[in-house]
């Protein structure tokens, strides 16, 4: 079985996903993770995000690799054997992943190596086109969403908790900024699937969104 999820940045993919996956026994896989991986390693070498060949050559030449872990982050990450796990986490690495995500090179590259994951079996993949491009066939398709308000909210929690400094009013730019870049990009932009189901997390608890997944898993299981 395979389970998309998509949606604007800071909607709560990852954490919903995450206990999903524990739930049902599934192998959770964060795209996004890869992205961010790319732009780290970009940065890195010194190269700029915007120039395709550069950053998918780098790509080509080199390997990401997403690890289980139960105990932690649910995943590790790792460039060929560097855990950067930690790294990718920042507001730069957002940003830069959102650019480094726009090159349809790079994108042909992931699509290949998501495909190639999401053959391992059960899988829970979240994303900005999973439903649309990666696993055009998932038998489930949750697309996620917040208001921007609450999302920022979220995601400055998130990095306070990891002693990030950041404001309200920066993280609401950086997000807008993005789910922007996201949505306007030629190759596979952020789109609700046809067939996806809208859930709007405003105002929810992370235990009432799972539940609903998972209720909607067991209907169509
Ligand atoms: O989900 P996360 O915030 O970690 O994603 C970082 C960036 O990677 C997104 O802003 C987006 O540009 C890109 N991305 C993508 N397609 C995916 C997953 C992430 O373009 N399937």
Not at 6 to 20: F, I, N
Not at 44 to 68: C, M, P
Not at 80 to 93: C, G, S, V, W
Not at 152 to 167: N, P, Y
């Amino acid at each position: 079985m395979k389970i998309a999820i998509d949606g604007p940045a800071g909607a709560g993919k990852s954490t919903v996903a995450k206990q999903v996956a524990a739930k049902l026994r599934f192998v959770y896989i964060d795209t996004g993770a890869m992205y961010r991986a790319l732009a780290w390693a970009s940065q890195q070498e010194g190269l700029a995000a915007i120039d395709e060949h550069a950053v998918s050559t780098l790509l080509e030449k080199n390997r990401i690799k997403l690890q289980r872990d139960d105990q932690g982050d649910a995943q590790r990450v790792w460039w060929n054997e560097e855990d950067i796990t930690a790294e990718i986490r920042t507001p730069q690495m957002s940003q830069l992943a959102s650019i480094v995500a726009g090159h349809p090179r790079v994108r042909a590259l992931m699509l290949d190596l998501q495909r190639a994951l999401a053959e391992e079996g059960n899988v829970i993949m979240d994303g900005r086109d999973i439903g649309t491009h990666v696993l055009p066939d998932a038998d489930v398709k949750i697309f996620l969403t917040a208001s921007i308000e609450e999302r920022a909210t979220r995601r400055l929690a998130e990095l306070q908790q990891k002693g990030v400094e950041t404001s309200l009013e920066a993280l609401m730019e950086e997000i807008a900024e993005r789910d922007k870049r996201d949505s306007e990009r030629e190759v596979a932009p952020l789109k609700q699937a046809e067939d996806a189901i809208l859930v709007d997390t405003t105002g929810r608890s992370i235990e009432q969104i799972v539940d609903q997944i998972l209720h909607i898993c067991q209907k169509t299981g």
